[in-house]
């Protein structure tokens, strides 16, 4: 695995957004970006977004073979500056558009109350490139960084409103541990360790 820095952001940004261009299924990625023309570009915007927030709070990994991407953040780390201020506005701005901005508002603040107190790693995105999807590259990167939080104890924290990845990282040993439905849809959160 490799360790990603800021000359990483393109090709993590275009693994990510080859992973979900053609997926429109109700997931997180569709909920936050604006479903219209530019979708495609204002994806790449989220994507970057993710990156940034990554880089300020925990890491990017990439496979050996860059066609796979995992962005963790720590949440011992996270916390709101200047910087993640602007990051936000041009989220909310050229991103999420404005009609749609208090319903992710409202998801974030549910999504931050259902987090645990505790410190934990918080992986927000992984992606594979679709010319590489089945052939297990996501699959040992997650098991690569995931391994030593295990060994520490330090919990895993993911969210997801998709059964497809409910049963994924269920292959991983994630747990579901709350599964809320107060905003129309189910949201689960689940937990390693």
């Known amino acids: 695995m490799i360790e990603a820095n800021r000359q990483h952001k393109d090709l993590t940004v275009d693994i990510l957004v080859s992973a979900f261009e053609d997926d429109e299924a109700d997931n997180s990625i569709n909920f936050i970006v604006k479903q219209d023309a530019r979708r495609i570009e204002r994806m790449r915007i989220l994507m970057g977004y993710l990156f940034e927030k990554a880089l300020l709070f925990g890491k990017v990994f990439l496979s050996e073979n860059k066609k796979a991407c995992l962005l963790v953040i720590f949440s011992e780390k996270e916390r709101t500056t200047l ?91 994630f747990k579901i541990k709350h599964k809320d439905e107060s905003l129309g849809y189910p949201i689960y959160f689940m937990r390693l360790n």
């Open 83 to 173: 910087k993640t201020i602007a990051l936000d506005i041009e989220l909310a701005l050229k991103c999420i558009g404005l009609k749609n901005i208090f319903r992710v508002l409202k998801r974030q603040r549910l999504m931050k109350q259902s987090y645990p107190k505790e410190n934990h790693i918080r992986p927000i995105i992984m992606g594979v490139s679709k010319d590489y999807f089945g052939r297990g590259s996501a699959a040992k990167l997650v098991l690569q960084v995931l391994h030593p939080y295990n060994e520490k104890k330090l919990p895993v924290i993911i969210d997801t409103v998709s059964d497809k990845n409910v049963k994924l990282y269920r292959k991983f040993g």
